[in-house]
């Protein structure tokens, strides 16, 4: 089994449109969750970052974390074309440690 | 711009050769870490680097090596190569400390093995 699992998709969504994005782990020592974007042809970069359980909102974007679950989220609100691109969940144990990757969520928003 | 740098851009070389990928951290970061993205496989970490000692090792074949010199800069020699090896390799660094866990991630080295 692996750490960390994630639906590739693609996904594909009108303008406006809420976006659902999941990951659920096995290891119940993560404490540090990330969600990261990549764009086609480009290095991820860190969009969410929340520790241990709870929400955390950043304009369109929320992260919601369930540890009892195993499982976490990132919505996108008011989705754009511009949000069109790989996102990928990321969690490790303690900082400075191991992250561990999903496999990334393609998700396409068409205008 | 995250500030890592990470040359070459693309390479393409042929089963059996040698090839060196170097990265630049950010200024100031002392972690560096490197991974390797296929289609099928996601982001898979190979190694960690941390001012220069190895911190972690994950999924790195034995024909793959990896340092971290006294400037911080890293290099990522990947020897007897195959056709499976074909691949995005990324260099990430971090400021080790920081809470936030975040990674800073280059533009990547496209390796193609012919």
């Known amino acids: 089994q692996k750490e960390v699992e994630q639906d590739p998709g693609p996904l594909s969504v009108p303008e406006g449109a809420i976006v659902s994005l999941n990951c659920t782990y096995s290891n119940s020592a993560f404490q540090y969750f990330m969600w990261y974007r990549q764009y086609s042809r480009k290095g991820p970069e860190l969009l969410m970052y929340?520790?241990?359980?709870g929400n955390k909102e950043d304009g369109r974007f929320t992260a919601q974390v369930d540890k009892s679950s195993k499982y976490i989220s990132l919505f996108i609100r008011d989705s754009q074309p511009s949000d069109s691109a790989t996102y990928l969940c990321?969690?490790?144990?303690?900082?400075?440690?191991?992250?561990?990757f999903g496999t990334g969520t393609s998700l396409t928003v068409i205008p | 711009d995250s500030g890592v740098t990470q040359t070459p851009k693309h390479l393409i070389t042929a089963t059996g050769q040698r090839v060196t990928l170097r990265c630049s951290p950010r200024?100031?970061?002392?972690?560096v870490y490197w991974y390797q993205q296929s289609l099928d496989q996601g982001l898979q970490f190979l190694i960690q680097y941390y001012n220069g000692e190895e911190r972690a090792k994950g999924n790195i074949l034995e024909r793959f090596s990896a340092q971290q010199f006294p400037d911080l800069h890293s290099e990522l020699n990947l020897s007897s190569l195959e056709l499976g090896d074909s691949a995005l390799y990324f260099c990430?660094?971090?400021?080790?400390?920081?809470?936030?866990?975040?990674?800073?991630f280059g533009e990547g080295s496209r390796l193609t093995v012919l």
């Open positions: 990430a660094s971090s400021k080790q400390g920081s809470n936030t866990g975040e990674l800073f």
């Open positions: 990321a969690m490790s144990a303690w900082t400075g440690n191991q992250f561990y």
């Open positions: 929340t520790y241990s359980s």
């Open positions: 200024s100031g970061d002392l972690s």
